[in-house]
């Protein structure tokens, strides 16, 4: 699946569903193992809130194999301040 154009493979998304679990995300964390079970190759359904539940997960302790994911959206989400003046 790919999450703002990072691609994940299988083994990355659990982790990542498996970090939002753990850190009290679990309808985000839900979204993921469900792109997972449908084998979801395009960009995964996830709102901007999912987004923000994502970067709040891997704050602390990003795992070296989410790093790319958490600077790309952090990226994406300066850029929408920028755009929107927030």
Known sequence: MRIVGVQLGAPVARLLS??????????????IADAIERKWTLEAPLTVEDHEAILAALGENCPPTLHRLRTELLEEQRRVRRITGG
Do not use: S
Request: a neutral charge; glycine letters at 14%.
């Open 18 to 31: 498996e970090t939002l679990e753990g850190k009290g995300y679990p309808v985000t964390a839900a979204k």
